[in-house]
């Protein structure tokens, strides 16, 4: 790769490592083409990126960043996973796959500047979507209400027939 290249995907990558919140680090050796693509895929359809590129370039791209601690583990066939917006849905995406592929290993991940194991990663991806935490939320806030209604709603009733 030309040196030129090289600055570019250095610059590229920094970028996505300044933006992320989260970034998950595994290992693919033994990894089929299409395998792959269906991972990529997977990690797309969370709304998140997938990169893989030379140990070296990664090790520059992380340099000043809250995932500086990743340097470390750019050994071997490396690829990063990452998102600026749902950890969760990166946290499915990727444990889905790792369940499914034994030939992938998690290396390392980061949420938020705090490093996280695999199995943190795993009970990530175990907790529901934002969608259904956010209805849950509401069900929850809107019971004591609904409740109150009903209540005040039988005091009438129980009024009504007793005049």
Do not use: C, H
Request: glycine fraction near 4%; aromatic fraction near 6%; hydrophobic fraction near 45%.
């Amino acid at each position: 790769m030309e040196k030129n290249k090289k600055i570019s995907e250095v610059a590229s990558l920094k970028g996505t490592f300044s933006s992320a919140t989260t970034a998950v680090v595994v290992e693919f050796k033994g990894l089929t083409v299409v395998k792959d693509t269906a991972f990529r895929k997977s990690i797309r359809d969370s709304k998140s990126q997938y990169r893989v590129s030379k140990n070296t370039l990664l090790r520059l791209a992380v340099k000043d960043t809250a995932f500086e601690s990743f340097a470390e583990k750019f050994q071997g066939a490396s690829a990063v996973a990452s998102t600026n917006q749902d950890a969760i849905a990166l946290a499915k995406a990727v444990q889905g796959f790792l369940k499914d592929n034994p030939a992938v290993t998690f290396k390392a991940a980061i949420m938020d500047g705090k490093p996280l194991t695999a199995k943190e990663l795993q009970a990530l991806a175990e907790l529901p979507s934002r969608e259904v935490l956010i209805s849950k939320l509401l069900y929850l806030m809107q019971y004591p209400i609904s409740g109150l209604a009903v209540v005040l709603d039988g005091i009438r009733k129980q009024k009504e027939s007793a005049a």
